[in-house]
């Protein structure tokens, strides 16, 4: 069977890694580089893939397979491995309160296999690989909405401004999100199993 070399990221990946890949050769390597900016320079260990490889397939892989956890980055690398895949590099992706005791969720979208797995912005630019190791770069819009009794009028319809991210207002919780929802404040917890709607409570 082929070994299928895999790169594992914490999110989504982003500008980072995909303007690295333009001068890749070999299927995965490493240099050290020194960026510019505004408030000086920096030496980086960057990441070149060669996205054109068919043997490299890129992966989302979240901390403890949760939205809004964390791991160590290389607990999740060695996890993501399997028979037939190999872990060739991990990389941290998107951004999240690395430094808060309690909030560890995530900033920006995150899709996974196609799955929309962490939404908290209304539209903006979108940056991803997609499943044939295309760079992608897109204005995503979502609308999240639905009704009560299949009225769409106020007040039987509504929407949700965020997937797995708790906020000030209407938010959905996947099992992404994990096996609880922790404290949800003062909220109205509507719970769905298998489409229908079986628990309504408060926090």
Known sequence: MKRVMKLTALMLLTFSLTILTLDAVEPVSQAARTVKFSGGSRTVTSVLVNLNDPSIRLEEVPAQNTVGKTEELSAIAKRAGSANADVIAAINGTFFSAYSKTDFQPYGDIVANGELVHYVSAAGAFSGITVNNKFMLENVYANIKGSIDGSWEYPYNWAVYA?????????????????????????????????????????
């Open 163 to 203: 997937i797995n991210h708790k906020v000030d207002s209407d938010y959905l919780l996947t099992p992404k999100f994990g096996t609880a929802t922790g404290d949800c404040g003062a909220s109205t917890l509507v719970v769905v199993k298998a489409g229908v709607v079986s628990t309504i409570t408060k926090g």
